[in-house]
């Protein structure tokens, strides 16, 4: 599976994105979708999963309550909404895939995923 993301850019502090990853390839259904993130200097750190089902869906600490990622096989993507949004969300956000035997599994470690797209840039002002 190739993914692509979008949605990427700059806000103020409180405001909300929508990033956006279109996944090419057959059976986007089986696959658990995440969402890492990778600030300048820092190790790239996990964020959200949903399971393949859409259904499931884990949060970090640092966004729980605040971000929310959806799944649609349908379109064969994966979104992740951003609300109240601080300047330490400012980060490259990426798109993450991984083959999954089971409809609610939410796997949240970097080596569980497979496959990565390039990212896109979240800047956060204050």
């Known amino acids: 599976v190739q993914l692509v993301e979008s949605g990427g850019g700059a806000v103020q502090a409180g405001g909300s994105l929508r990033l956006s990853c279109v996944a090419s390839?057959?059976?986007?259904?089986?696959?658990?979708m995440g969402w890492f993130r990778q600030a300048p200097g820092k190790e790239r750190e996990w964020v959200a999963t949903v399971s393949r089902s859409g259904i499931g869906t884990s949060y970090s600490d640092s966004v729980k309550g605040r971000f929310a990622i959806s799944k649609d096989n349908v379109k064969n993507s994966v979104y992740l909404q951003m609300d109240s949004l601080k300047p330490e969300d400012t980060a490259v956000y990426y798109c993450?895939?991984?083959?999954?035997?089971?409809?609610?599994?939410?796997?949240?470690?970097?080596?569980?995923?497979?496959?990565w797209g390039r990212g896109t840039q979240v800047t956060v002002s204050s």
């Open positions: 993450a895939a991984t083959w999954s035997t089971g409809a609610y599994l939410r796997p949240t470690t970097r080596e569980d995923f497979t496959a």
């Open positions: 390839g057959p059976n986007f259904g089986y696959y658990a």
